[in-house]
């Protein structure tokens, strides 16, 4: 059974750093493209960021480009998501996704499996 598991979120003031890990057992993921997403209070869970199997691929929403970068690890059967310059309006749950092929996707349907999500709060 897939089983996704997201870590690193937490509270830090405008400004700050986290850096998000997804964990992603019950099978092999190296060929597999993963992503983020994030869902804020009273909104629509949206794309974030996407990575291919290789690295070679990396797609990022336009309000995140710039600050926020994907990087997978296929040792580890994890992806990250360090996150800079963080705003206010970047306060969500993030949420860990892959599908089952290898390029990469921005629409939750294209994405198979989902972990539960980790809670960023940015405070001002």
């Known amino acids: 059974q897939v089983q996704l598991v997201e870590s690193g979120g937490g509270l830090v003031q405008a400004g700050g750093s986290l850096r998000l890990s997804c964990t992603a057992s019950?099978?092999?993921?190296?060929?597999?493209?993963m992503g983020w997403f994030r869902q804020a209070p009273g909104k629509e869970r949206e794309f974030v960021a996407a990575?291919?199997?290789?690295?070679?691929?990396?797609r990022y929403a336009d309000y995140v480009k710039g600050r926020f970068t994907i990087s997978r690890d296929n040792a580890k059967n994890t992806v990250y998501l360090q996150m800079n310059s963080l705003k206010e309006e970047d306060t969500a749950v993030y949420y860990c996704?892959?599908?089952?092929?290898?390029?990469?996707?921005?629409?939750?349907?294209?994405?198979?499996?989902w972990g539960q999500g980790t809670q960023v709060t940015v405070s001002l």
């Open positions: 996704a892959v599908r089952e092929v290898s390029w990469t996707a921005t629409t939750m349907p294209e994405y198979a499996y």
């Open positions: 990575i291919n199997w290789s690295s070679s691929s990396l």
């Open positions: 019950g099978g092999t993921f190296r060929m597999n493209a």
